[in-house]
């Protein structure tokens, strides 16, 4: 399994900005698909899951209402759509994927990762 994210880049607080993971190398019928984030001197952070099938979601209390959560099955692909956005949501973003949705908040429970995309939130 390969997870490429994209579109991260520098928004000004209450702007909105879009994220995109690119999946590929397998079926992902059983599996959860994630959003982690790490802003500087901090721990890597739970954002917003997905089942890949049925599409119920879960979101983290500092990002719902605001972000929402979404995938292509046509594509392959996991999206974050990020509004409302706050300085405090400066991080680089992570996609992540694991099989079942017990303990989805933590990252040692995940077996693919993406490479991260930086977004910036200027006040």
């Known amino acids: 399994v390969q997870l490429q994210a994209f579109g991260g880049g520098l928004v000004q607080a209450g702007g909105s900005l879009r994220l995109s993971c690119a999946a590929s190398?397998?079926?992902?019928?059983?599996?959860?698909m994630s959003w982690f984030r790490q802003a500087p001197g901090k721990e890597r952070e739970f954002v917003a899951a997905?089942?890949?099938?049925?599409?119920?979601?879960f979101y983290a209390d500092s990002v719902k209402g605001r972000f929402t959560i979404s995938r292509g099955h046509a594509e392959k692909a996991l999206y974050l759509q990020m509004n409302s956005l706050k300085p405090e949501d400066t991080a680089v973003y992570y996609c992540?994927?694991?099989?079942?949705?017990?303990?989805?908040?933590?990252?040692?429970?995940?077996?693919?990762w993406g490479q991260g995309t930086l977004v910036t939130v200027s006040s």
């Open positions: 997905i089942r890949w099938s049925g599409g119920g979601t």
């Open positions: 190398g397998r079926t992902f019928s059983n599996y959860v």
């Open positions: 992540a994927a694991k099989r079942g949705w017990l303990v989805i908040t933590k990252e040692y429970t995940y077996d693919y």
